[in-house]
């Protein structure tokens, strides 16, 4: 009876070449990469922090509840993630003139420049992570990605 093989760097022949699997290693590429690199340079800052960041650069002052739902993450964690971020002075949280229950989120100044900063660090780890790929292969690669993740591409 052959014994398991334990080690890490080596995958059952069924599994290679299956999509799936191949997506689980490559996301399990990209978070470590991310992770490394919001360690590094991020000042405590994380990969949520960037997307609450990014949605209110791009979309403008919105509800916690909002962000949840259009950042995909969960409604105590975004709490969470705001608070700190409004400890760093990078967004503004103030009382919906209308809902006095619910807060608007705006980002400030300051999370615009820290913003650009991370820009920065994510797109470093684009290049790492990318690195393996030609020019060309790089845009089919994301070409591909994107009508995996939304078919109407």
Known sequence: MPTPHHDTGHTPTRLEGRATWLLSRAHARSSGLLSAAFEANGDGLRGYHYRLLAALQEWGPASQADLGRTTGIDRSDVTA??????????????????????????????????????????????????????????RQFIALMSRLVDPRC
């Open 81 to 138: 993630a705001l608070t700190e971020l409004e400890a760093r002075k990078l967004v503004e949280r103030s009382v919906d003139p209308d809902h006095k229950r619910r807060n608007i989120v705006t980002i400030t100044a300051a999370g615009v420049v820290r913003l650009l900063e991370l820009d920065k660090v994510i797109d470093g780890v684009q290049d790492e992570f990318l690195a393996p790929l030609t020019a060309a292969q790089r």
